[in-house]
């Protein structure tokens, strides 16, 4: 199984990305006079950040490609399920149940809920289960990044339910089901008003065609031996995404593309741990960035100093704080439950 290590420090980028996209909107979702600390330096990020969550389903297709069409027995959707749990839900209770006492903090001293203010009971359950991002929400709530990785689950259950016929078929099923998705989006086909009124499936079908042209780049890292030339396909396409209208999915594909090129160059052994130790924040970072946000926001109304926010201190604190609590959360909480989990639950084959 091969490794990418530039990928991590891809997925690391993203997730810093995100963090720092979510600050400057999170003034704005709270009606509050415009933050845009270092946007000299930021501007990309403060203005275009979103766009770092759609790369990571690309990522995705490419890692768990590499994970389950490189193995020879296919995994039980029980060991599977728990793999996922194991990995996913800790993180996601903890941040969860960390946002609930925090707003109910802000509630009891300050008369109203912070930033994500739709905190009722339906709301509750909807995050508990990882519900977000299907239309059944009325606004966001809690910890409302968390939606993503609600989507993102659902991939991966359609992904293993085809493992065996990509297996069988390699790239060309994965290309007829990128087409199939991709003509469910372009005939606005989950978008009818009676379909719309049940679930809404647009997310599901965009982040579906992004993870699957991940899983077609690992079909082509094993197809094409010549670097050279995938690299410079890939800038080309890079190049070509920002012609004309912005084109999302080719600026996605190709950056997950050009990163994982990167890797064929002789990258040095400290070089590559720092990489994977980068690319283990992503999702303690993703995840608890919301937490830190809200907490940093919660002292100084105590303090009754909310202009601090507005302090390149404060930004730089906020980040600080999110990667140090993430290094910490993924050491000493994330591995370790995933450890007890899986040996407590999975299946031995």
Same mark, same amino acid.
């Given at each position: ?25 999170? +003034? ?107 239309? +059944? ?60 009124? #049940? ?7 965009? +982040? ?11 079909? #082509? ?24 209208? %912005?084109?999302?999915?080719? %600026? ?37 960035? *919301? ?39 993924? *050491?000493? %909480? ?16």
């Amino acid at each position: 199984m091969q490794k990418f290590y530039c990928v991590e420090l891809l997925r690391f980028l993203c997730a810093s990305t995100v963090a720092i996209y979510h600050w400057g909107t999170s +003034f704005e979702i709270m009606q509050m006079k415009t933050n845009d600390i270092f946007r000299n330096y930021l501007e990309i990020l403060y203005d275009y950040g979103d766009y770092a969550v759609p790369v990571f389903f690309v990522i995705s297709g490419l890692v768990f490609g590499n994970v389950y069409l490189s193995q020879e027995k296919k995994e039980s959707l029980r060991n599977f399920t728990i793999k996922r749990i194991a990995r996913l839900y800790p993180l996601h209770l903890l941040t969860f149940l960390s946002i609930f006492i925090l707003q109910y903090l802000f509630l009891k001293f300050f008369g109203k809920y912070e930033l994500y203010t739709f905190n009722d009971l339906k709301h509750f359950f909807l995050n508990i289960f990882l519900l977000l991002g299907w239309g +059944f929400e009325e606004g966001r709530s809690f910890n409302q990044p968390v939606w993503t990785v609600s989507q993102e689950i659902a991939i991966y259950y359609l992904f293993f339910v085809l493992i065996s016929f990509i297996n069988r078929h390699n790239f060309k099923i994965v290309f007829l089901i990128y087409f199939i998705f991709l003509i469910i989006d372009k005939t606005k086909f989950v978008e009818i008003s009676f379909i719309i009124k #049940l679930i809404n499936l647009t997310y599901f079908i965009d +982040f579906a065609k992004l993870f699957f042209s991940g899983v077609f780049i690992f079909f #082509l890292l094993n197809k094409f031996r010549s670097t050279k030339k995938l690299f410079l396909i890939s800038l080309l396409f890079f190049i070509f995404s920002f012609i004309g209208s %912005f084109k999302l999915h080719l %600026f996605c594909f190709s950056i997950v593309m050009i990163f994982v090129l990167i890797d064929k160059l002789a990258i040095n052994l400290k070089v590559k741990k720092l990489f994977i130790f980068l690319g283990n924040l992503t999702y303690s970072i993703y995840l608890l960035h *919301t937490l830190t946000f809200l907490f940093l926001l919660y002292s100084l109304k105590l303090f009754n100093n909310v202009d601090f926010l507005y302090s390149k201190l404060s930004f730089l604190i906020y980040l600080i704080f999110t990667f140090v609590l993430s290094f910490i959360s993924f *050491t000493y %909480f994330e591995k370790k439950m995933n450890k007890v989990i899986r040996e407590k639950f999975l299946k031995k084959t």
